[in-house]
């Protein structure tokens, strides 16, 4: 007979097939449509202010985490989509846990990045003016903004999109001055030539944060300088007859025109080493194996003498007219190379020190090209790399070089352009890591941040130790310009806190670009006495400053030579500095963080930005007085294939987020930033993503499976109260409660991956315990029996859970799934809702102890069952009955249980429970060995079971199949009118008023 309709079959109109992508497309037009963000700040806000009105002395519950600037330059890729996902997971939750988040997304508008792409497409760049190219600039940023904008939000991000911060708003470009301001305030910024990375291709200089390292095969040479000073003093009795060299070792021949000394460690000693024709000057570590590298199989040591020693004294360059003289430097090293080392302070930051120290030049004969300049004789005009080979050639020619290999190593490349790069010394402004005391006050303030993973402090802390004054000056159009000026008569620049502070002003109503169209006298005031009254652009005659210019009361003239010509600094700030006072322009002066944004909660970026923005934002900070812009910094990884390569184009191993997004959905792709411990790099492949996929289609299933059994429940009539709940209900409970305490422990802490973890886990043992047995109370027992409400009781309970904690990883699948939940007073938006705190009193473990051994003895049964099935000796496991030859303990556990319940718990139609005894023999036995009898001193105790343990047997039930419930018994067959039914399904029946079932 067909008792379908008689069952309570799960009913949902939740789909099984996600089609997440439409299904993700249509949720992202209804939160457009609602504007889910305003709404969402504005409940939070309100529930803030409800706080505070009943409780004037709470502190208000804030987060804000500080959306560090991706660049406007392009599509996201993967790393930039992993970011925004796992801020918006943070966002998501902090929201959900009950805390007013405002997000505000921003970009990186102005510098290289933009302005290589915008020349790119220029067919006569060199012809164009600035304004025309920064208005190509803007042009192109705002595009991208645009495009990435759509592109964040597919991601299922959410934030203030519709007014972000930019680095080229007006508002911003001022912030930015206003900050370069703090630091000509404080002394901090200067101008000096020093050298800096340098790149010729982009013809600009660059910051630590903008230099990448790659492998470069360069010459590496050891080159002799004839010592031309008398040494005597250091050495008496040296042959007369033989010449003596300094002999250095460099990876970088091109720059030996350049080269102005030799530095030797005062505390090495060095050996005077004869080879037969002359005499090398070596550290007296090394200079046995170099004797031997440079092929002299005989040689003498015939004398030492400690590098201090060896100070100005001089030694002729090898191929130009010029000494070099013989320096002292702790820099140099005898772990490589000869001891002594060669200088030029134009091309190092060592050399450069050593330079100050002796007063030498920093000399640095290369164009912004990369090329010689023409007072270089023998390479004028040929770029400093293809030198190389002609610097050997000539040293070869005059007899200096020892010994020439080639080697593999690190060197510094363009981040932009991927070229290689030099030190060059130029005249550039730089922040200085001395003046405040910028670099301690960094170090100490970064010991109140709270860094994760713990490590970051060690890499921050490493970079601040070691790192030179700040280069932030670039010779490009795109950006914030350096309010500078300079003497037209002298040269000497002028900085001025007060001029800087009212150009400031004139950015915020006019933006950055009036600098590049006004006169130097529109913003230092009055006119100079000398100056033509002409207009240069319009030719008409100028009014006084007061009208056509900043206001001021006095006239401006240089402090060197008293002129009052001046012109304007040409070159922008660094981009660091840029996004660097991000915190200032949004944290502090935004609408939306008033008193709430400074310091922020958190910042969130890629482990690169220790370097980069975390650092930036930090000196910032620290050299304008107001401390750390953060309370903690988080760090991820970077994202790499399955073999842990780097993506990139020429190894094809690249995937961009939409190729993911179109083929899975972005839920998938979130599910993959959640799913493994991000602070490690991340790896991706169509591979993983299916795995993935299969995840989370169990997880799906595992929702689909609840909402389907919940179609008739009322959490309002139908909940049955906990102390009227069957055990293996409570246990169901506990395990939810202790997930959700758990997922708001790994929440907090960012480990996402645990919360994936623990959710699948989850799913995947509620499903094959608790659900697998519930199936039958649910479908067979009677719509409102207790058994039935008292699953469901369990199911609604987990559900809300399920989904509230999926909301901020699977925003897309708990929103869907969340609309089919038959829930009570609840928003229609999950994001809105609030996490409930976990029922302490739900939580039992000596309940969920006894039940966590009863799933042991389970796994034996099932396993029991499916051989019994692979024999044939069953069909499905009610086709059984199991016998359970249970040893001391377990046959303890299995006696706190009703037989209906095992068997219920292990889905089979009959039970017996015997004892094991050690000897082997089926039931009890006395303490002689005696059947029946008592044998525990021959069993194990206490919770271990030994080297026994319990087994199962398995045997054809007896009875009939019922055909309502599939359960076999004896019963099926003996009640008139329903003859192919079991007891318990034919008093359901007539509780229904089901007529005869067989007429």
């Not at 202790?738 to 043992?765: G, P, S, T, W």
Request: hydrophobic share 35%; net charge neutral.
């Amino acid at each position: 007979m067909d008792y379908k309709n008689t069952l309570n079959l799960p009913f949902t109109e939740f789909p099984m097939k996600a089609n997440l992508k439409s299904a993700e497309e249509k949720l992202l037009k209804e939160w457009d449509d609602i504007g889910l963000y305003d709404k969402l700040t504005e409940e939070a806000l309100k529930r803030v202010r409800k706080v505070r009105k009943t409780d004037a002395g709470s502190k208000t519950k804030t987060f804000i985490l500080h959306d560090g600037p991706p660049y406007a330059n392009g599509h996201i890729h993967l790393g930039t989509a992993l970011n925004k996902v796992l801020k918006d997971i943070i966002v998501r939750f902090k929201f959900m846990h009950g805390y007013y988040t405002p997000f505000i997304p921003g970009w990186d508008c102005h510098g290289l990045p933009i302005e290589h792409n915008v020349d790119k497409n220029l067919k006569h760049k060199d012809s164009i003016s600035i304004l025309e190219k920064r208005k190509l600039c803007r042009e192109y940023a705002s595009k991208f903004v645009e495009i990435q904008k759509v592109e964040f939000k597919r991601l299922g991000s959410i934030g203030r999109y519709d007014d972000p911060y930019l680095t080229m708003n007006y508002s911003y470009e001022a912030g930015t001055v206003r900050k370069m301001a703090g630091f000509i305030k404080n002394g901090g910024l200067y101008r000096a030539n020093k050298p800096i990375y340098w790149c010729s291709s982009c013809k600009t200089a660059l910051a630590e944060a903008e230099v990448e390292y790659a492998e470069k095969t360069s010459s590496s040479i050891f080159v002799k300088f004839k010592v031309k000073s008398s040494l005597n003093d250091i050495v008496p009795f040296l042959p007369e007859n033989k010449d003596i060299y300094a002999v250095i070792w460099t990876t970088t021949p091109w720059t030996l025109p350049a080269n102005l000394a030799i530095s030797v460690n005062p505390d090495f000693e060095y050996s005077f080493v004869d080879n037969g024709k002359e005499i090398f000057i070596l550290e007296s570590n090394l200079a046995g194996e170099l004797m031997a590298k440079f092929g002299y199989a005989g040689f003498n040591i015939i004398a030492k003498a400690n590098g201090k020693r060896f100070e100005n004294k001089l030694a002729a360059h090898p191929f130009i007219n010029r000494t070099s003289v013989f320096v002292l430097g702790g820099h140099v090293k005898n772990d490589a190379g000869t001891g002594l080392v060669h200088t030029a302070p134009g091309h190092g930051d060592d050399d450069y020190a050593i330079g100050l120290k002796y007063n030498l030049p920093a000399y640095a004969p290369v164009s912004n090209e990369g090329k010689f300049l023409k007072d270089v004789d023998l390479f004028a005009g040929m770029h400093v790399f293809e030198s190389n080979p002609a610097v050997v050639e000539k040293l070869k020619e005059v007899g200096a070089l020892v010994l020439e290999e080639k080697i593999n190593h690190s060197y510094p490349h363009c981040w932009r352009c991927k070229n290689p790069i030099i030190l060059r010394s130029t005249k550039q402004w730089f922040i200085s890591m001395k003046i405040g005391n910028l670099r301690e006050n960094a170090l100490n303030e970064i010991k109140k941040v709270e860094w994760i993973p713990k490590w970051g402090i060690d890499r921050i802390s490493g970079m601040l130790e070691i790192r030179p004054d700040w280069c932030v000056s670039r010779q490009r159009s795109w950006g914030v310009p350096i309010i500078a000026f300079y003497c037209k008569s002298c040269g000497e620049p002028l900085i001025d806190y007060d001029v800087t502070m009212k150009v400031a002003d004139e950015f915020e109503k006019f933006g950055a670009d009036i600098w590049f169209e006004k006169p130097a006298e529109y913003f230092l005031g009055k006119l100079g006495k000398t100056e033509d009254k002409k207009d240069s652009e319009s030719g008409k005659l100028k009014k006084d400053a007061e009208r056509n210019g900043i206001n001021r009361k006095d006239e401006i003239k240089c402090k060197k030579c008293g002129s009052f010509k001046f012109e304007k600094e040409s070159d922008i700030l660094d981009v660091w500095f840029d996004s660097g006072v991000s915190y200032y322009c949004v944290l502090e002066k935004d609408k939306g963080m008033e008193g709430i944004g400074f310091p922020a909660d958190l910042y969130l970026e890629g482990s690169d930005q220790h370097r980069g923005w975390f650092h930036s934002s930090l000196l910032i900070g620290v050299g304008t007085g107001e401390g750390a812009p953060y309370r903690s910094v988080l760090t991820h990884g970077f994202v790499v294939d399955q073999s842990g390569r780097k993506m990139s184009k020429s190894l094809g191993n690249v995937i961009l987020p939409e190729e993911i997004i179109n083929k899975y959905g972005a839920d998938i792709l979130r599910l993959w930033a959640a799913s493994e411990d991000y602070k490690n790099d991340m790896r991706i492949s169509n591979e993983i993503l299916s795995r993935l996929s299969e995840g989370y289609r169990k997880i799906r299933n595992t929702i689909r499976f609840m909402l389907g059994n919940l179609y008739d429940f009322n959490e309002k009539a139908g909940v049955i109260k906990y102390e009227d709940l069957r055990d293996v209900d409570k246990y169901a409970l506990h395990k939810a409660t202790l997930l959700a305490q758990n997922l708001l422990r790994y929440y907090e802490a960012y480990d996402f991956h645990l919360v994936y973890q623990n959710i699948y886990k989850f799913a995947i043992e509620f499903s094959s315990f608790y659900l697998d047995i519930a199936k039958d109370s649910l479908y067979v027992e009677a719509k409102d029996s207790y058994k039935r409400r008292g699953v469901q009781t369990v199911l609604h309970y987990g559900l809300n859970i399920f989904l509230k904690f999926l909301g901020p990883i699977l925003p897309f699948t708990a929103q869907e799934g969340w609309g089919y939940f038959n829930k009570s007073e609840k928003m229609n938006q999950l994001v809105f809702e609030i996490y409930d705190e976990p029922d302490e009193n739900l939580i039992d473990y000596e309940l969920a102890y006894k039940f966590d051994s009863l799933i042991e003895i389970r796994n034996i049964v099932l396993s029991a069952l499916e051989k019994a099935r692979a024999e044939k000796t069953i069909g499905s496991s009610l086709e059984a009955f199991v016998t359970i030859k249970a040893i001391k303990d377990d046959y303890g556990l299995l006696s706190k249980f009703k037989p209906e319940d095992l068997k219920e718990i292990f889905i089979v139609s009959g039970l017996a429970i015997e004892r094991l005894n050690p000897d082997g023999m089926e039931g009890g036995g006395d303490k002689n060995g005696n059947k029946n009898g008592d044998n525990s001193k021959n069993e194990p105790s206490g919770t271990g079971r030994g080297e026994l343990i319990s087994e199962a047997v398995i045997k054809k039930a007896k009875g009939k199949k019922c055909n309502r419930c599939w359960v076999y018994s004896e019963s099926v067959g003996t009640h008139a009118g329903f003859n192919d039914v079991c007891d318990r399904c034919f008093d359901i029946l007539k509780n229904m008023n089901i007529k005869d079932m067989n007429k």
